[in-house]
T-cell receptor, first 115, second 111 residues
Framework: DAGVTQSPTHLIKTRGQQVTLRCSPK?????VSWYQQALGQGPQFIFQ???????QRGNFPDRFSGHQFPNYSSELNVNALLLGDSALYLC??????????????FGPGTRLLVL | SQKIEQNSEALNIQEGKTATLTCNYT??????LQWYRQDPGRGPVFLLL?????KEKRKERLKVTFDTTLKQSLFHITASQPADSATYLC??????????FGSGTRLSIRP
């Protein structure tokens, strides 16, 4: 049973560019959450998708957007990249909306470097 | 303002001793609190969940306590081993505040 998978593993972009990160949830999971983790910090919640809709959102600007597909996989898009967007981007999946105590399973993350 | 604080300094423990990590929070009313382990370059791995009406939870060598009066959770690893060396994160879940992670505590177990 594959766990949460993310692609790509690493990415280098320049300021102003746009990036798309991808996530496939653990089998049987229907909810995907995205997090940004800066070096030495804990993950910061970006948003959560359930039934192809954004259900909750953290304090991130509109440059951060997402999508969930009918097969529950998800994409995170970041427009107009800033140097400060350099971080590890984590995807987590769960069964139902996390926040109800459901265990989240995290992927290995995508390391994004903005130059 | 809302805040979660974990041991800011790294924790160095002798193998075999009990490691105790702290998670303090202010201005939250969490329904649940979870502890995760994170190894360098990897995503967090879920360890334990404790609900607001529970005082203590155990799993093998791990124990978590939750004191909603003190607004504090303690995470204990008994009979610690070098393989327990990692960063440990606490995360609060509340309907108002969504999902909030602490910055983590780096734990090192020396042989």
């Amino acid at each position: 049973d594959a766990g949460v998978t993310q692609s790509p593993t690493h990415l280098i972009k320049t300021r102003g560019q746009q990036v798309t990160l991808r996530c496939s949830p653990k089998s049987g999971h229907d909810t995907v959450s995205w997090y940004q983790q800066a070096l030495g910090q804990g993950p910061q919640f970006i948003f959560q998708y359930y039934e192809e809709e954004e259900r909750q959102r953290g304090n991130f600007p509109d440059r951060f957007s997402g999508h969930q597909f009918p097969n529950y996989s998800s994409e995170l898009n970041v427009n107009a990249l800033l140097l400060g967007d350099s971080a590890l981007y984590l995807c987590a999946s769960s069964r139902g909306l996390a926040g109800g105590g459901e265990t989240q399973y995290f992927g290995p993350g995508t390391r994004l470097l903005v130059l | 303002s809302q805040k979660i604080e974990q041991n800011s300094e790294a924790l160095n423990i002798q193998e075999g001793k009990t490691a105790t990590l702290t998670c303090n929070y202010t201005n939250y009313s969490p329904a649940y609190l979870q502890w995760y382990r994170q190894d360098p370059g990897r995503g967090p791995v879920f360890l334990l969940l404790i609900r607001e009406n529970e005082k203590e939870k155990r799993k093998e060598r791990l124990k978590v306590t939750f004191d909603t009066t003190l607004k504090q959770s303690l995470f204990h690893i008994t009979a610690s081993q070098p393989a327990d060396s990692a960063t440990y994160l606490c995360a609060l879940y509340s309907s108002a505040s969504k999902i909030i992670f602490g910055s983590g505590t780096r734990l090192s177990i020396r042989p």
